[in-house]
């Protein structure tokens, strides 16, 4: 028996009666991928999967990227990203260190974004019996029916760029930024030309309609979006700036402290999230994410 508990105010789901390591019949798929559509993020509790078995589940709803960032992929499993803070016998990052420092929704630079992300946790960091490195989701849909109509009227037709570089250069001088302070260090592997290359910048509307549910929802985020189309650059970060600081208001977020055997699911349509980095070695945090491709937004 598949139940469903909604746990934030607009977003958020835990799904029992599920094993993920077991192939799910249609049936149990379609209520799987239904709550998950519904709650915009859904995760399963107490998951024992392999990267196969991750990969096999995630497939069902579409086709698995394979990451701008080929030096953070599993080996072996090209569909699976590392996310950790972990290093290897060489000294060497296992997988990305610095995934999620500011709000976005995964691959929002591509011409097809993704349309959600699964996320596994092998290892969670824990100090003091507190567990660290939550991660937030904030519904963008949620954000946006809340908008005055004015404001609505103002974004209609408006449209944004994403762009890989830009995210590229604006997370290495956070990281310049934080190393300065004698914050957290972290192997930036600067991207390549070849890289930066395969991710031209896409534009995309600034509200957008969600291809399952049809709602709709502000598609910019903080990481990804250079800037407004069309209007006077000040003026756009200004608009960019009070719709970014509205999609996170509380009311929007919901929170999720990890244990290992989590499988959690977003939708990067409608959701945006941002990491915390508040541990670092020798805590450990060790993830898997598959993420599959969506639709040109609309
Ligand atoms: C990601 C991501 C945030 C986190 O895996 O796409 O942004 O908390 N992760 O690990
Ligand atoms: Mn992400």
Redesign the pocket.
Known sequence: MITVNRIGKHLGAEISGVDLSKPLDDDSFAQVARAFFDNEVAFFRNQKITPDQHIAFTQRFGVLEQHVRKESRLDGFPEI?V?SNLLDDKGNAIGAQD??RFW?S?LSYKHEPSML?A?YSVEVPEKAGRVL?D?GFASTTAAYAALPDALKQRLAGLKNVHSYRFYRDKNARAQEAEKARGGRVIQEHAPTEEQLKSVPDVETPVVRTHPVSGRKGLFINEAHTSHLVGMDKAEGDALLAELYAHIVKPEFVYTHTWRPGDLLMWDNCSVQ????FDYDLPLRRL?Y?TTVRGTVPV
């Open positions: 990203l996310v995934a999620g976005h995964d992300s996320l490195g991660t999230h941002k990491a915390t993830m994410r």
